[in-house]
């Protein structure tokens, strides 16, 4: 028998199931995620599935993670301090595809050097600003990033750069061309920072989880989920943590095909930080052909085509004061729920609420709570940030107690921005257990948070709610009614063919909104959605039947909807795809694009030697990632133009995969 253990760490739970010979589910198990130190809820969640089926921890033949840290990370803007080291490129090029915003004021350095689209040097790499640069800033980040001008047609001066970073500063460095070969500098630079600012993030989820199956007996590998539903070994996803993004979300696909056998649909998977909605064709879910888009970044990563939209159970919710009528909308930004944060500190964060609600005003900063995040590194800290930080203390601090000016604030968004602080506030969960949907945590304090969120006055001047479970039944709402939209903007989206290029504005449409509703007058409207949603995650069964009713559609909720993730972390296969270029430079040469770019005077002996190359690659990296049975599969792209009435080659782009199911332990 081959027991398959799936973990997937998620912002507030940590899932465990255990899936005998990849047919049946034997167990399942939840545990809340401890950002502190995540082996805590890794092993909370193992120990508990494994005392659920009897299982042995030395019978279980491999497990694998998915998680979706690193995307909730990118969705909140935080992440380590990193460094750019930018090759050959202008100043003006840091506006391009977001490179300044993903640096968010962290160290560039702007450097002469660079090739050109053919391979061949165009500048010199200026070493000297280099190693000036890197001394100025080696102690102040955790990892670099090096992006240079067409680096995918010769990574030469990238490769230079990272010798020399690791020289000057031992911290690890990503080169722009190992995480694709496409062109594209400026998006490349965005995608090798945010790897970079990832690096520690997933280094330490990784440590930690072997640490924590370890210490329950497992000695099987480890695999963790890629962003496209594939598996890869733990050392890979050390290396090239950006390409774990949508991990989590990818594997809740693949999941939702095992459990339900779904062909063709819409899958809708909500979590604590983010709602993903992907679409399924003949099985497979579609990978972006643009690269993945997440927190606002377009990177190259190859990834499963998702909307990710900052829409959870523990999304914050705002009070819409602008108009007349007022109301309430969720997110992007996740909050801790009261009545989680309660469970911490019971008499602090009661004693607070009461003494609020004992006031005639509503405050700001009413049922907003902080506390730190043990473990996280507090160094390079500003003056304001450090003092914020020995104000709020060791345990759960009322927020009105350790804001006291405006600039305060400030320090309070960086803060949250590295992770070093968590905010509470109110969320849908403290909504849920107003409405007695859910009862895991302080019910009595998400009441009194959601009566003081209810004092709050809208431009009538009247209050928000009627108290509690008036202002509960809104936010519900209006969850439901957000994730209609976002299933709607990802149907619009992939029929854009059809209806144009704004999903957004179509989803929320007066037709379209007015076809839902079945509308009947002059004009008779009827509108929905044409295939099945799957709903998954622990909250989907509370919330999801109300948005299949709204939208027309089937909605299923299988039966491991919860756990969705981590089924679909063990039932996925390794896959590894390599891509290359062949260019002709001149009539008669045929260059390859590889460390050293090699030249042939024939197309068929260039387009031979990068196909073994790429697939001595791809096929030993999915062996060092411990699959077997490995098949591959070769892609050509071949063009060429009429010049003179004859044919003329003018580049090609291979793409090899290997794919193979991991070696499974058999006890």
């Known amino acids: 028998m081959a027991v398959l253990l799936g973990v997937d760490t998620g912002g507030t739970y940590t899932d465990a199931v ?17 950002r502190h130190d995540l082996a805590e809820g890794i092993g909370a969640a193992v120990r508990a599935v494994l005392e659920t089926s009897g299982v042995a921890g030395t019978d279980i033949g491999m497990a694998a993670l998915s998680t979706t840290l690193a995307t ?14 930018f090759i050959g490129f202008r100043e003006a090029d840091l506006e391009k595809h977001g490179v300044a915003e993903a640096l968010k004021g962290d160290p560039v350095c702007v450097l002469s050097g660079g090739h050109d689209h053919s391979g061949a040097q165009a500048r010199a790499l200026d070493e000297t600003a280099l190693l000036a640069f890197l001394e100025t800033y080696k102690g102040a980040v955790s990892g670099w990033a090096v992006a240079a001008q067409f680096a995918t047609r010769n990574p030469a001066h990238e490769l230079r750069a990272a010798e020399l970073i690791h020289q000057v500063t031992g911290a690890p460095v990503t080169c722009s061309h190992q995480l694709s070969a496409r062109l594209n500098g400026p998006k490349r630079a965005v995608t090798a920072v945010l790897n970079a600012r990832l690096i520690g993030m997933i280094d330490r989820l990784i440590a930690r989880a072997g640490d924590s199956l370890h210490a329950q007996g497992i000695g099987a590998r480890l695999m963790v989920v890629r962003g496209d539903g594939a598996l890869m070994s733990a050392e890979q996803a050390r290396q090239r943590p950006i390409e774990t993004i949508l ?11 095992w459990l339900t056998g779904v062909q063709d649909g819409l899958v809708s998977d909500i979590g604590g930080t983010t709602t993903d909605v992907a679409v399924l064709r003949n099985g497979r879910p579609a990978i972006d052909p643009d690269g993945a888009r997440v927190g606002g970044f377009r990177t190259m ?17 705002h009070v819409e ?20 944060i309660a469970m911490d500190a019971p008499d602090l964060v009661r004693g607070v609420m009461e003494r609020q609600l004992r006031s005639t005003t509503p405050g700001e900063l009413d049922a907003r709570f902080v506390r730190l995040v043990r473990g996280v590194s507090q160094a390079g800290l500003g003056e304001r940030d450090a003092a914020l930080v020995a104000r709020i203390g060791d345990g759960v601090s009322a927020l009105q107690d350790v804001l006291r000016t405006r600039m305060d604030h400030g320090a309070l968004t960086r803060l949250v921005g590295r992770g070093v602080v968590q905010v509470a506030g109110v969320t849908p969960s403290d909504a849920s257990h107003v409405l007695g949907l859910v009862d895991a945590w302080d019910t009595e304090a998400a009441r009194m948070a959601l009566d003081l969120m209810a004092r709050k006055r809208v431009g009538t001047g009247e209050r928000l709610a009627d108290g509690a479970e008036p202002l509960a039944r809104m936010i519900v709402a209006q ?3 957000q994730t209609a939209l976002a299933l709607l903007e990802t149907a619009f989206s992939e029929e854009s063919d059809t209806f144009g290029p704004a999903p957004e504005a179509l989803a929320q449409h007066v037709l379209m909104q007015r076809g839902l509703a079945h509308h009947r007058g002059l004009l008779a409207l009827d509108a929905a959605l044409n295939v099945p949603v799957v709903g998954l995650g622990a909250s989907a069964p509370t919330y999801y039947p109300a948005v299949g009713e709204r939208l027309g559609s089937e909605m299923i909720l299988p039966e491991h909807a919860g756990v969705a993730n981590a089924v679909g972390a063990v039932v996925g296969r390794v896959t590894v795809r390599r891509a290359g270029t062949v260019t002709s430079p001149s009539e008669g040469r045929y260059r390859v694009h590889l460390d050293v770019p090699e030249d042939f005077g024939d197309a068929d002996a260039a387009l031979t030697r990068l196909e073994t190359h790429l697939r001595d690659i791809a096929e030993g990296e999915a062996r060092a990632a411990g699959a077997e049975d490995i098949e591959i599969r070769l892609t050509r792209d071949i063009r060429t133009a009429q010049a003179e009435a004859r044919e003329v080659f003018v580049q090609a782009e291979l793409t090899v995969e290997a794919t193979g199911r991991p070696r499974v332990a058999v006890g």
């Open 18 to 34: 255990l899936i005998r010979d990849e047919t049946q589910v034997l167990a399942s198990a939840k545990a809340l995620t401890t």
């Open 72 to 85: 909730n990370a990118l969705v909140e803007g935080q992440g380590e301090r990193v460094g750019l080291i």
């Open 247 to 257: 991990s989590g979300p990818a594997a809740s696909i693949v999941g939702a095909r």
């Open 301 to 317: 990563v190859e990834a499963v085509a998702m909307r990710t939209t900052g829409l959870g159970g523990d999304s914050q919710v």
């Open 321 to 340: 004061t602008e108009g007349l009528a007022g109301g309430v909308r969720l997110g992007p930004r996740r909050v801790v729920p009261v009545c989680l």
């Open 479 to 481: 969850l439901q009614e």
